[in-house]
């Protein structure tokens, strides 16, 4: 690949910075109230930084599999951040999008083609499966960061309720994005390390196990254990229950409220 296609293959997309500013303006909308309606400024706002965050999952594969010895990931346009150049476009962005409109459920996307041949090592397969969630962590660590280092009570209360709800979104895809299940990421961490018999037994599994999991969550118990789970980490992060759950119920706001959050943000 020549000096000038390799730039071509790395340079941001268009499409990629739209979301961010789109982000960005909804964000300052929701942080000074200038929008006439806080709660489509919110959903809005949260909408792009979910994508933005689905994006540098997907990047965080990609980058991890270039230094890896995948340079075909260039050519695939998975460096430029465009959500359009993604193998399953459907999988990777609007499914997630959906899930969370319909349900406020962070749910993992598609993944980025990766030549496995072109990796040498278990542990390089095992990185590149695992960077796309630490790409979510690190994302919630973002999100809360005004929350652990203080100060949050400087913070407008839409944006802090809009925070909250974007931190429950990436760690609840960060924990399903690292069960060691067929089709997600934290299978892909693991597998290289699996007998070939066990790989060539689980490989059927892939392309439902997201929907496996996601069957699974429709189970009473299993969600109440689940967001339980997801609750402990943001409170360890600072992040309270009201918070996130204000936070939905501003992204939501087509929906019927309980009154409960407007007692907290009159109007």
Request: glycine share 10%.
């Amino acid at each position: 690949m020549g000096q000038q296609a390799r730039r071509f293959g790395r340079q941001i997309s268009p499409v990629f910075l739209g979301i961010v500013a789109v982000m960005a303006v909804t964000g300052w909308a929701v942080w000074t109230g200038y929008s006439t309606s806080t709660g489509l400024a919110v959903f809005l706002f949260v909408t792009s930084a979910w994508i933005v965050s689905l994006c540098l999952h997907e990047y965080a594969h990609a980058r991890t599999a270039l230094h890896s010895g995948d340079l075909s990931v260039e050519d695939r346009g998975y460096l430029t951040l465009d959500p359009l150049k993604y193998t399953h476009a459907l999988l990777s962005i609007v499914l997630p999008v959906v899930f969370l409109i319909l349900g406020g459920l962070g749910l993992p996307g598609g993944a980025v083609y990766i030549e496995r041949g072109r990796i040498r090592h278990r542990w390089q397969h095992s990185l590149i499966s695992a960077a796309g969630p630490l790409a979510n962590v690190a994302f919630a660590l973002v999100c809360t960061a005004p929350f652990w280092l203080g100060g949050i009570e400087d913070v407008p209360l839409p944006f802090r309720f809009a925070l909250g709800f974007l931190a429950l979104l990436q760690v609840s895809a960060a924990i399903l994005n690292f069960l060691p299940v067929p089709g997600l990421d934290g299978y892909g961490v693991i597998e290289p390390w699996l007998p070939d018999r066990t790989r060539r037994e689980l490989a059927p599994l892939a392309p439902v196990g997201l929907l496996l999991v996601f069957g699974l969550l429709w189970i009473p118990a299993v969600n109440q254990l689940f967001f339980g789970f997801v609750r402990d980490i943001l409170a360890a992060l600072g992040v309270s229950d009201l918070e996130s759950y204000c936070g939905r119920a501003l992204y939501t706001f087509w929906r019927e409220s309980d009154g409960v959050c407007e007692v907290v943000v009159p109007g």
